[in-house]
């Protein structure tokens, strides 16, 4: 499965990046807006392509040939509405234009329930939100994964996913939210799925079998 990666060069987008570069089933190719960024995307195996998810005029482009995008990128509360949200829905609006019809989709713990996060948070969780429901009220198969609180602690591999966990110790390392996403590509259990994801006792291919059970 050829992937774009849109947010490749991003803190999970690496990762994401990487892991799907060295998988015997599926191609990377990294999207980044910076030419400064290319020869890092390609440092982790990947085919750098130019491309920014505000522009919806470059996203053809970087699409062309590919079957599935994870959707990684992030305005790190620099521009929620026009990154994380309509960035979102350029990439989803995007897929169903050119026949991609695969979309993992990288949301956030909360995005249903803002007012249960500190307020510096809760617009960032709304237009989450509203770029998760435009991405389930499309034609694609899509995925919406929601990690908690990200770390840069060692991956696992082994998580606990469903549809509302326990938060009281919501965090996740940032290597195994991104093997999640790339897991979930030809996870069948999970197509039309929204779901949290935090670390856990279960090896990710495991959880994702039965991911709301």
């Known amino acids: 499965m050829r992937v774009l990666v849109a947010g490749a060069h991003g803190q999970v987008g690496q990762h994401v990046t990487r892991l799907l570069a060295e998988h015997d089933d599926h191609e990377a190719v990294g999207m980044c807006r910076e030419a400064a960024y290319r020869d890092d995307i390609e440092a982790l195996g990947a085919e750098s392509v130019a491309g920014d998810v505000t ?16 959707f990684a990128a992030g305005s790190s509360g620099a521009d929620v509405w026009g990154v994380d949200r309509d960035g979102a829905i350029n990439c989803v609006n995007t897929c169903e234009e ?21 307020v510096e948070l809760r617009e960032y969780l709304r237009a989450k939100a509203e770029a998760d429901e435009y991405l389930r009220e499309s034609a694609l198969t899509e995925t919406v994964l929601r990690p908690g609180a990200l770390t840069d602690a ?5 998580v ?13 390392p940032r290597a195994d939210v ?17 779901f949290e994801v935090l670390s856990g006792e279960t090896p990710i291919r495991e959880a994702l079998a039965a991911p709301l059970s």
């Open 55 to 70: 522009a919806p005029g470059e996203l053809g482009d970087a699409l062309a040939g590919c079957d599935a995008l994870i």
């Open 98 to 118: 050119v026949g991609v019809e695969r979309f993992v989709m990288l949301s956030s713990i909360n995005a249903d329930r803002p007012e249960e996060s500190p």
């Open 154 to 158: 060692d991956g696992t591999g082994r």
């Open 160 to 172: 606990r996913v469903g549809r509302h966990l326990d938060r009281s110790e919501a965090t996740i």
């Open 178 to 194: 991104a093997a999640t996403l790339v897991a979930a590509l030809d996870a069948e259990a999970t197509y039309g799925l929204t």
